[in-house]
């Protein structure tokens, strides 16, 4: 079973930005979809960005053009661009529909 270190996370100013990367414990290039997920306090996980082998984007209106995604043959990751502070969370990568035991996730903190 495929495990993931995430990191980047950290605190930021509203409109700063900031680099997640996620490292898996083998190739993942054949593994058709990989995706980014956060998790605020009180709230449900929820995918926000996902990306495909073949190069196919998708990302969840919440932060559709301000993150892009992108991943290579070990690893997963996310450029996030005008953070918000409602883009403070905890932040997994994972195999969106197949998900595999989450790793600790990286805390990204969005405050003045």
């Known amino acids: 079973q495929v495990q993931f270190v995430e990191s980047g996370g950290g605190l930021v100013q509203p409109g700063g930005s900031l680099r997640l990367s996620c490292a898996a414990s083998?190739?993942?290039?054949?593994?058709?979809?990989m995706g980014w997920y956060r998790q605020a306090p009180g709230n449900q996980r929820e995918l926000i960005a996902s990306?495909?082998?073949?190069?196919t984007r998708t990302y969840a209106d919440s932060v559709k053009d301000r993150v892009t995604i992108s991943r290579d043959a070990n690893a997963v990751y996310l450029q996030m661009t005008g953070l918000k502070p409602e883009d403070t969370a905890t932040y997994y990568c994972?195999?969106?529909?197949?998900?595999?035991?989450w790793g600790q996730g990286t805390q990204v903190t969005v405050s003045p």
């Open positions: 083998r190739s993942i290039g054949s593994i058709v979809a």
């Open positions: 990306m495909t082998i073949f190069g």
């Open positions: 994972n195999i969106p529909g197949r998900e595999s035991a």
